[in-house]
């Protein structure tokens, strides 16, 4: 079989695809591979641009599996007007209660259910094309240099000399009271550091006058 005949048997099933014939074994074949692959492009972008705390590998699965059922359910519903409402109906009684935690996890997921529309009808070019596309974006957008990260700084004294610790952090660093949480004598009060503050600086506040403990906290802050 020479590489033209290869070509127009590929083309053929694709064909079948989009326009909703019946489907061949090939086709299917052809479809859920290039589903697999896509997947698999998405969960190594997912990866290396992830920007969390705590990176989830099931997570990664799941976008995966998102490309293949996605595209399975494609190609069960293309062409057909009774199986696609019937399927509408089916989905509109599952309920998805799986916490998000990070907005881009969103688009991870939507892009997997674009990969396996686009490859369901037989999309090729337009999932292949985007897919690298969004990768080269999301890849770039993590390397782009970002603000540095915000700080929090709880410290818990006893109350009598907050007035003091504040005067102290003053002549440090520019800040602003976040939360106050009085027990008793003592208060925990939470600052939002703008500017980093050097070890120097937290050695100074620990061994001031009434402080109990101090904690450093970094996070990614909205300014």
Same mark, same amino acid.
């Given at each position: 079989? &020479?590489?033209s005949?290869?070509k127009?048997?590929?083309? =053929? %099933?694709?064909?079948?695809l989009?326009?909703?014939?019946?489907?061949?074994?090939a *086709? +299917? !074949? +052809?479809? $859920?591979?290039? =589903? $697999?692959v *896509?997947? $698999?492009?998405?969960?190594?972008?997912?990866?290396? @641009?992830f #920007?969390?705390?705590?990176?989830?590998?099931?997570y *990664?699965?799941a976008i995966v599996?998102?490309?293949l059922?996605t595209?399975m359910?494609?190609?069960?519903?293309s062409? &057909?007007?009774?199986?696609?409402?019937?399927?509408?109906g089916a989905?509109s009684?599952?309920r /998805?209660? *799986?916490?998000?935690?990070?907005?881009?996890?969103? !688009?991870?997921? /939507?892009?997997a259910?674009?990969?396996?529309? @686009?490859?369901g009808?037989?999309?090729f070019?337009?999932?292949?094309?985007? =897919?690298? /596309?969004i990768a080269l974006?999301? +890849?770039m957008?993590k390397?782009?240099?970002t603000? @540095?990260r915000? #700080?929090?700084?709880?410290v818990?004294l006893?109350e009598s000399?907050?007035?003091?610790l504040?005067g102290l952090l003053? #002549?440090?660093?520019k800040? &602003?009271v976040?939360?106050?949480n009085?027990?008793? &004598?003592t !208060?925990?009060v939470v600052?939002e550091i703008l500017?980093?503050l050097?070890?120097e =600086?937290?050695?100074?506040?620990?061994?001031a006058?009434?402080?109990?403990?101090v904690? $450093?906290i970094n996070?990614t802050g %909205?300014?």
């Amino acid at each position: 079989m &020479n590489d033209s005949t290869v070509k127009e048997y590929i083309a =053929s %099933n694709i064909d079948i695809l989009s326009t909703g014939g019946s489907i061949t074994m090939a *086709a +299917i !074949v +052809i479809s $859920l591979m290039s =589903s $697999l692959v *896509a997947g $698999l492009l998405i969960a190594w972008v997912y990866r290396k @641009a992830f #920007q969390g705390v705590l990176y989830q590998k099931s997570y *990664a699965a799941a976008i995966v599996m998102t490309c293949l059922v996605t595209t399975m359910v494609i190609m069960v519903i293309s062409g &057909n007007l009774v199986l696609s409402l019937g399927m509408v109906g089916a989905l509109s009684i599952i309920r /998805f209660r *799986a916490a998000i935690k990070d907005p881009l996890d969103i !688009v991870y997921m /939507f892009w997997a259910v674009g990969v396996g529309l @686009a490859n369901g009808v037989g999309y090729f070019q337009v999932s292949i094309i985007a =897919s690298v /596309f969004i990768a080269l974006v999301m +890849i770039m957008a993590k390397s782009l240099p970002t603000k @540095a990260r915000a #700080q929090l700084l709880v410290v818990k004294l006893h109350e009598s000399h907050k007035t003091t610790l504040d005067g102290l952090l003053s #002549q440090m660093t520019k800040h &602003n009271v976040k939360s106050q949480n009085h027990t008793g &004598n003592t !208060v925990e009060v939470v600052y939002e550091i703008l500017e980093t503050l050097s070890s120097e =600086s937290i050695n100074k506040i620990s061994s001031a006058k009434e402080v109990i403990s101090v904690r $450093l906290i970094n996070y990614t802050g %909205n300014r």
